[in-house]
């Protein structure tokens, strides 16, 4: 089985995937190489979607590398923000901003608004995950995590915009950094879409 190059620099993120497909199966999964291990420059992500975003990065790492290359692009889409921060969602509050700057602005944008009960701060978190061959067989799915913004980080887990979030499949209203990794991958859109992705990436490769 080939090893699969991933499109991240992100340990968390990382962290994520291997569970989740290796939860996804009972069968042997290829070994994850960082594209950060392999010293490969991350490409410019100019898309307009998290999927496009996406495949740019798996484009990158399948060419660079004749291996198999999956990446993900995903963030918070906010309804009150007409969607945003979308996928800017990392570079929400900047180019080089961190988790609590882009929280805080998440926060301030929507006090702006008036924006105080759950209804009133709707949002949802997404995924695109992509699996590129190096024969050039391209996969994308998406997963999504609806629920809504809290006024007030909660939790020590997770990353990004998991302490203000709270997922509506979570029925004790706890956000996604007071979740497990675990609970948080069984709800979250990272593991759907990667569910969805694992049959794809662990059948023999057809290009």
Not at 13 to 24: N, P, V, Y
Not at 59 to 80: K, M, N
């Amino acid at each position: 089985m080939d090893d699969v190059v991933v499109a991240t620099a992100n340990p968390h993120k990382l962290t994520e995937i291997a569970a989740i497909l290796a939860a996804a199966t009972d069968g042997p999964v290829p070994r994850l190489v960082p594209m950060s291990e392999l010293g490969l420059p991350s490409p410019v992500e100019d898309g307009a979607t998290f999927a496009a975003n996406a495949l740019i990065k798996a484009r990158a790492c399948a060419t660079a590398t004749g291996l198999p290359a999956v990446a993900d692009d995903s963030g918070i889409v906010v309804d009150a923000l007409d969607g945003a921060p979308g996928v800017r969602s990392a570079r929400f509050a900047g180019e080089d901003a961190d988790d609590a700057a882009n929280n805080a602005l998440l926060l301030a944008r929507l006090a702006d608004l008036g924006a105080t009960s759950p209804a009133a701060r709707r949002a949802a978190f997404v995924c695109a995950a992509a699996l590129v061959r190096p024969g050039g067989t391209e996969h994308v799915v998406e997963g999504r995590m609806p629920g809504h913004v809290v006024a007030a980080p909660r939790g020590r887990h997770g990353f990004g915009y998991d302490p203000l979030f709270v997922a509506d499949a979570t029925v004790d209203g706890r956000t996604n950094g007071e979740l497990t990794p675990a609970e948080k991958d069984a709800i979250s859109h990272r593991g759907a879409a990667f569910r969805a992705l694992a049959p794809v990436l662990l059948a023999a490769p057809t290009g």
